[in-house]
């Protein structure tokens, strides 16, 4: 996760991931996901806007696209059923934030524009009405060598009303996984004020 260019096909995916999936996906995902593949990309590839205004669209869609309060609070695990209830808000509002700081906060244009094509390599549904999606970034090459392709997996949420991430594997790391472990260790050392307190100074390095 720490690499630039992984972080930017991550996003990619995430945010397009309810777009890939609609040939197989219920309605409640057809209609969030309509516009969703043509909005990354045309952010990606606009040339009016900067850098940083990129990265707040990006923001936007990935906070819409992502389920971060479900997956926040799978991170904790037990923990979270045994949270007071006045720290589950600011956690669940400060996660959000860091969330999305470590997939947009790396965004770089330059690698944006490379991005040329995005396949589905496979989409099947699973129990719970989720739905498991295979994808393939195409990158474009620099006239010498061709373009770095990334596999990125992820699983859609479908509810009632709408669909969302629940879960992004980049080279096989799951992120419920990779949150989980590091989240509810901490948490049974420090409690939430110590998770929450950890991902506010991540917050604030940089």
Same mark, same amino acid.
């Given at each position: 996760?720490?690499?630039?260019?992984? *972080?930017?096909?991550?996003?990619?995916?995430?945010? /397009?991931?309810?777009?890939?999936?609609?040939?197989? !996906?219920?309605?409640?995902?057809?209609?969030?996901?309509?516009?969703?593949?043509?909005?990354?990309?045309? =952010?990606?590839?606009?040339?009016?806007?900067?850098?940083?205004?990129?990265?707040?669209?990006?923001?936007?869609?990935?906070?819409?696209?992502?389920?971060?309060?479900?997956?926040?609070?799978?991170?904790?695990?037990? @923990?979270?059923? /045994?949270?007071?209830?006045?720290?589950?808000?600011?956690?669940? $509002?400060?996660?959000?934030? @860091?969330? /999305? @700081?470590? @997939?947009?906060?790396?965004?770089?244009?330059?690698?944006? &524009?490379?991005?040329?094509?995005?396949?589905?390599?496979?989409?099947?549904?699973?129990?719970?009405?989720?739905?498991?999606?295979?994808?393939?970034?195409?990158?474009?090459?620099?006239?010498?060598?061709?373009? &770095?392709?990334?596999?990125?997996?992820?699983?859609?949420?479908?509810?009632?009303?709408?669909?969302?991430?629940?879960?992004?594997?980049? !080279?096989?790391? $799951?992120? *419920?996984? /990779? *949150?989980?472990?590091?989240?509810?260790?901490?948490?049974?050392?420090?409690?939430?004020?110590?998770? =929450?307190?950890?991902?506010?100074?991540?917050?604030?390095?940089?």
């Amino acid at each position: 996760m720490k690499n630039a260019k992984t *972080l930017l096909f991550a996003i990619a995916f995430t945010l /397009t991931a309810p777009a890939l999936a609609n040939a197989a !996906a219920p309605s409640a995902c057809e209609t969030f996901s309509t516009t969703m593949t043509t909005r990354i990309l045309n =952010i990606f590839h606009n040339t009016k806007e900067t850098p940083v205004e990129k990265r707040t669209d990006l923001t936007k869609l990935f906070q819409q696209a992502v389920d971060t309060n479900w997956i926040g609070k799978f991170a904790l695990g037990p @923990y979270w059923r /045994t949270a007071p209830q006045q720290e589950r808000q600011p956690y669940l $509002s400060t996660f959000r934030d @860091y969330l /999305t @700081y470590i @997939y947009v906060s790396k965004f770089h244009d330059d690698d944006a &524009e490379k991005i040329k094509n995005i396949k589905v390599l496979s989409v099947v549904p699973q129990s719970g009405d989720r739905i498991y999606v295979k994808s393939l970034i195409e990158r474009q090459g620099d006239g010498k060598n061709s373009g &770095e392709n990334t596999q990125v997996d992820y699983i859609l949420k479908q509810s009632s009303h709408q669909c969302q991430v629940h879960d992004i594997k980049i !080279a096989g790391v $799951s992120l *419920l996984v /990779t *949150l989980r472990s590091e989240f509810s260790a901490l948490a049974g050392s420090a409690g939430i004020k110590g998770v =929450i307190k950890q991902m506010r100074n991540r917050l604030a390095s940089d």
